[in-house]
């Protein structure tokens, strides 16, 4: 009997242990069937299965078992998870970089490399950006395997379900997290916001993307994530610090190059571009391709600008003297002045070219942009009570566009059906 007993402890502690379990199995220090997307023993149990390392490492599109994503109990809580690696994979880092805009579905890039692995190293004890990295990507390949947004119920696939799953995961922790924000909560709220913004733009929901906007910089504004006057000769420095600057990533994110701005001679669209690449100009009404050509011009300028407001942003976050801070509120006028030009340039534009009928959504697009430049700009260096009156104002136009922008995407996909 005792032999027994001895020769069964031997056995197990011979047995191989497995190093490349998920994160739920290897906290548990329990075996890992190692099924995936989800571990078949965190779903027998009713745990959370918190993935295999980088959410990027062992993901796959394969079609997901309904029967296990169904098995979830989203209830359980959101546990941390320990880091399994210490370095991202650059491959991993590239990979999100491309999914964080559907621009790079025509080789466009973004040049947002530190914001990725920001969200990377973050994902690996962070279950509320894990889920959305997950969400992420489930998404977007499945918007690359299927070539559109499914337009109904009926037409989701396993893999579009399991990245709203994923999404709503994510939503869940994240207002978990914020129930009591700290240092921590916000960082994890502001890089949850930058992945949400790309989940929605892959989704072609632009009203919920501007919502998601809003919140994230209210978030930058209101917990000041860089220097800012409290008085007229009181400059603060930031309250938190090393705070991700979703302002920045939002802002290259629209000025990464487009589609539309082509000349129609060499312009090449997919009729399954879900952004603001959706209308070529062969589909366009003859009458309107006077303003095409116009629309460059004026997309150049804005994007000029924009370059121009990141490196004030730049030189906002390392300011530290009073004297420094004014020189840089006339910098701050002066961007707003060429945003306020830039849109007259544009009215006058849309008067002389505009067709009949809808405005182009690449002018729409533009809109877009333009205020989300004028709200980071009208934010930088200004805590006045003024303020927030006046940035309530611009956020309620930027959701009045975005749902503008939302409508017109859902038109375009409904003529194309």
């Known amino acids: 009997m005792a032999r027994s007993v001895v020769a069964r402890k031997r056995n197990i502690q011979s047995r191989t ?12 220090k ?21 993935g295999y390392e980088s959410p990027f490492r062992f993901f796959t599109s394969q079609p997901i078992n309904n029967a296990h994503a169904g098995g979830i109990k989203s209830g359980v809580g959101l546990q941390p998870i320990r ?12 990979l999100l970089n491309r999914y964080f805009s559907i621009k790079t579905m025509f080789d466009v890039k973004l040049g947002c490399d530190e914001e990725a692995r920001q969200v990377l190293q973050a994902s690996l004890t962070d279950p509320p950006i894990r889920h ?26 396993p893999s579009y379900d399991y990245g709203l799953q994923q999404y709503c995961m994510a939503l869940r922790g994240l207002a978990s997290n914020l129930s009591s924000p700290g240092s921590n909560g916000l960082k994890s709220a502001l890089l949850c916001c930058q992945i949400f ?125 009073v004297g420094n801070a004014r020189r840089l509120l006339s910098e701050k006028a002066a961007l707003l002045d060429s945003l306020e030009s830039w849109l007259i340039d544009l009215e006058l534009v849309q008067t002389e070219i ?16 333009h205020l989300i430049l004028k709200i980071v700009l009208l ?12 940035l309530r104002t611009e956020y309620d136009r930027l959701q009045g566009v975005a749902n503008n922008v939302g409508e017109r995407v859902k038109g375009y996909r409904m003529c194309r059906d």
């Open 17 to 28: 242990k497995v190093k490349t379990g998920c994160a739920t199995c290897r906290i548990r």
């Open 30 to 50: 329990v075996k890992c069937d190692e099924n995936k997307p989800f571990c078949q023993k965190c779903v027998d149990t009713g745990r959370t299965c918190d």
């Open 83 to 94: 880091p399994t690696l210490t370095e991202i994979a650059p491959q991993d880092n590239d």
């Open 132 to 157: 959305a990295v997950l969400s992420l990507r489930a998404l977007r390949e499945d918007l690359e395997t299927s070539g559109e947004v499914p337009a109904s119920v009926a037409q989701q696939t």
């Open 197 to 321: 913004i790309s989940i929605e733009q892959v989704r072609g929901n632009y009203a919920a993307m501007a919502q998601h906007i809003i919140r994230g910089l209210r978030i930058m504004h209101e917990y000041r994530a860089r220097p800012d006057f409290v008085a007229a000769n009181k400059l603060v420095p930031a309250h938190h610090d090393q705070l991700p600057f979703l302002d920045v990533f939002i802002i290259k994110l629209f000025a990464a190059p487009c589609k539309f701005a082509d000349p129609p001679a060499t312009a090449d669209i997919s009729e399954t571009t879900m952004s603001v690449c959706l209308i070529s100009a062969h589909q366009q009404p003859v009458e309107s391709r006077d303003l095409r050509t116009i629309a460059p011009d004026m997309r150049t300028e804005l994007t000029r600008i924009a370059a121009s407001t990141l490196e004030f942003l730049g030189k906002v976050s390392q300011v530290e003297s």
């Open 354 to 369: 505009r067709p009949p009928g809808p405005e182009l959504i690449s002018v729409s697009f533009m809109r877009f942009f």
């Open 379 to 390: 934010g930088a260096l200004d805590s006045s009570p003024d303020l927030y009156a006046e």
